[in-house]
């Protein structure tokens, strides 16, 4: 059974909810060694992203993933904003105009929102970022048989992991990289919700 | 958490129809999305120069907004960059037929907006990067250097020869010069808090200070007992003479700057030790800045500025300026 657009928006005001459930941890993951901002950057546009959808109900899981990119780039700001946006934006792209993603579908989008991530960002794993979160999850997802749900529990699993492994890095990218090796000891607040996010589209795609 | 604030979500918004009330002569405010557009503008046949960053910088960078310096500045949250729906916006108003230039401050999110922006605009759309903060030392396993004080200089000498008729590319050109002849560097004596986070963003002990510090309340490279005013301005002087490097018989721009918490009586006392440090080794100061104009909300501290002068570069600066923030020769 694919994921329908429908399926795709209830991911998504679920993920909304966890990102508020979220933002004073992101908040304080952030202050560590960043600035502060992630959580309530995060919230902000996830909030606006759900006025968004109670505006429209776009017609395939491609076009949701599409709002969800312009809604993030315009609302988000800090790194967040573009990183996200690019994510979602390739990611819809991935998929394009499909009524209905199967699990080679939502594979392929995840490795479009990391090829996305690395060509902003330009980082790569062991930078302690978004992307040490991702990458694993990518590489689950595609190795990984079963429905959709196996497919995003699989990758969110293995997002955790890959956001844990950043807590001993020292950071190159981002504002935590200005502190070198006073880095070291936090996890990193991108890599954090990246692995919410995908938690958050797990768990609705096994309730769906 | 003590603030003259109605609501930490509105911080911005309500700062900016402050602004309106009181400037309303030299510039407007739009919002939805934000941006401070000179009240002229666009001004035919002159290169726009547009700038932005995150708010909690004040006066950068809506108060350099009016003639001879910023044709719009994109105001983000607080400490967060705009997005690019606001750049696309101020480059739509402002551009009037001769293009826009982009004044970035290195700082990740930034550049990703900036650079977003500039790839959806539909005008002609440079950009340039400032990075002048000696404090960030190995910019291969870092973001790079962050952009601070110069930015404000950079702001006032493009904005000057935009105004006075450069075309966009002798924008970018003599843009790109300021940034390699600009190098700052800043020392925090206390934190400061970002209104929705409510709490201060590190913590120091009454007898210390932080060297190297940003101005986005972020920790710096090196956290030490605070010594005597001279010690404090010694440890910024130091790393920026030595980075460019400035020597002897240089002419240079010295701008002593507050954090947001220092009092003009501590920042002209450090300001006069500058003077003083260089002289000895031979440098001439041939044109200052002294005062709050890149802040870090309340932030007690200060950051030195220096600018390599050439003849071109003094006559910009000294070229008429008429923004909220500074005004001289109109």
């Excluded at chain 1, 991935?94 to 995840?110: F, I, K, N, Q, S």
């Excluded at chain 2, 930034?110 to 903060?133: K, Y």
């Excluded at chain 2, 790109?176 to 201060?200: F, K, Q, Y």
């Excluded at chain 2, 260089?278 to 005062?291: K, N, P």
Aim: proline residues 4%; hydrophobic residues 45%; glycine residues 10%.
């Amino acid at each position: 059974m694919g994921c329908t657009a429908a399926d795709v928006v209830a991911a998504l005001r679920a993920a909304a909810e966890v990102v508020r459930e979220h933002r004073d941890e992101l908040v304080r993951l952030d202050q560590a060694i960043g600035d502060g901002d992630h959580g309530e950057n995060l919230k902000r546009g996830f909030t606006a992203l759900l006025s968004r959808l109670d505006a429209e109900e776009p017609a395939s899981p491609g076009k949701v993933l599409k709002l969800v990119a312009t809604t993030l780039i315009s609302t988000v700001g800090g790194a967040a904003g573009p990183l996200y946006g690019t994510a979602f934006l390739r990611a819809s792209a991935a998929v394009g105009d499909a009524a209905e993603l199967d699990r080679d579908a939502v594979a392929r989008a995840l490795q479009g929102a990391l090829d996305g991530v690395v060509a902003r960002g330009k980082a790569v794993v062991g930078d302690k970022t978004m992307v040490d979160a991702l990458t694993p999850a990518v590489t689950a997802a595609a190795s990984v048989d079963g429905s959709v749900a196996a497919v995003l529990s699989a990758a969110a699993a293995a997002a955790a992991e890959g956001a844990e492994s950043t807590v001993p890095m020292v950071a190159r990218k981002g504002r935590a990289s200005y502190l070198g090796e006073r880095s070291a000891g936090h996890l990193d607040p991108g890599a954090r919700s990246t692995a919410l996010l995908l938690r958050a589209f797990a768990d609705a795609a096994a309730k769906a | 958490m003590k603030k003259i604030i109605n609501d930490p979500e509105t911080v911005v918004q309500d700062a900016l129809r402050g602004m309106q009330a009181a400037h309303s002569d030299l510039l407007t405010v739009h919002h939805d999305p934000a941006v401070v557009v000179r009240a002229d503008a666009p001004v035919r046949g002159k290169v726009a120069i547009i700038s932005g960053g995150g708010s909690g910088h004040e006066p950068l960078h809506g108060g350099f907004v009016g003639r001879g310096m910023l044709d719009a500045a994109c105001p983000g949250a607080v400490f967060t960059s705009p997005t690019p729906d606001q750049v696309l916006d101020a480059v739509a108003r402002t551009d009037g037929g001769a293009g826009a230039l982009l004044i970035v401050k290195n700082y990740t999110g930034d550049v990703l907006n900036f650079e977003t922006a500039g790839e959806m605009a539909e005008s002609e759309v440079r950009s340039v990067v400032i990075d002048d903060d000696v404090a960030v030392k190995d910019s291969l396993y870092t973001a790079g250097r962050r952009g601070v004080g110069g930015t404000v200089l950079l702001e006032k000498i493009v904005g000057a020869a935009a105004d006075r008729g450069a075309d966009l590319a002798a924008c970018e050109a003599l843009a790109s010069r300021v940034i390699g002849s600009v190098r700052s560097m800043g020392l925090a004596l206390s934190a400061c808090t970002v209104p929705h986070v409510g709490s201060p963003s590190f913590e120091l002990a009454d007898d210390e200070m932080e060297i190297g510090i940003g101005i986005h309340g972020e920790p710096g490279r090196q956290r030490v007992p605070a010594g005597s005013a001279t010690e404090m301005v010694t440890a910024l002087l130091d790393p920026i003479l030595e980075d460019l490097p400035f020597a002897s018989g240089d002419r240079v721009l010295l701008f002593t700057n507050s954090m947001g918490g220092t009092p003009l009586i501590e920042l002209y006392l450090a300001h006069g030790i500058a003077e003083q440090l260089l002289a000895d080794r031979g440098i001439t100061v041939e044109r200052r800045l002294v005062g709050p104009y890149i802040t870090s909300l309340e932030m007690q501290g200060m950051s030195l500025t220096l600018l390599k002068l050439d003849d071109e570069m003094v006559e910009l600066w000294d070229a008429p300026v008429h923004t909220p923030a500074l005004r001289w020769g109109v």
